[in-house]
């Protein structure tokens, strides 16, 4: 058998990649008895693309919650992109404007139509680069900070969390 004189990834990680996701190869599940160890991505913003201090962090989380599973303890790594309501609505914006369009005369339920595009193209983006990256996240699990699945923040505070102890 021959080998190749360099070895080409575009080949062959792809494939890969996708096969780890679509096996659920690191799809988290509760064991009785064994430790459980859990992380949450810091999740970068859904404005655009990832960049190489998230791929460095990805990396030493990577590392982290293999070692985690080696020594056979129960791991999620839960992926998530987050809002960035402020940057977005910016790049949102900046995107109708080369339409010619002021984000203001298309009014909130419009303009979150908009929002929701563009969250879905650059979403899923990220989460391509991850996976191409390897990262061994549970995808079946993965959250977007304004998911309805997602908790939604109090208001105010109840009268449960100001008491005194």
């Keep these: ?23 659920g190869l690191y799809r988290a599940s509760y064991q009785p008895g064994k430790p459980v ?5 810091p999740p970068p913003n859904v404005t655009g693309s990832l960049h190489m201090g998230h791929m460095l962090e ?3 989380i ?6 985690r599973r080696m020594r056979g303890d129960c791991v999620l790594w839960l992926p998530g ?7 977005t609505q910016m790049v ?16 909130r339920e419009k303009f979150e139509e908009r929002v929701w595009q563009w969250k879905a193209e650059s979403g899923g983006t990220i989460k391509k680069q991850m996976v191409q990256l390897g990262a061994s996240c549970d995808w079946s699990r993965e959250r977007f900070t304004l998911d ?15 008491k005194r102890v």
């Design 37 to 41: 160890f859990s992380l949450v991505i």
């Design 58 to 60: 990805h990396t030493e």
């Design 1 to 23: 058998m021959q080998l190749e004189k360099v070895y080409e990834p575009g080949r062959f990680e792809p494939r890969w990649a996708q096969w780890w996701v679509e096996s």
């Design 62 to 67: 990577d590392v982290t919650v293999r070692w």
């Design 148 to 162: 309805p699945a997602c908790p939604v923040p109090c208001a105010r505070p109840s009268s449960a969390s100001t």
């Design 81 to 87: 992109t987050d809002h960035a309501g402020i940057a």
């Design 92 to 107: 949102v914006a900046r995107q109708l404007a080369e339409q010619g369009i002021n984000f203001r005369d298309l009014g």
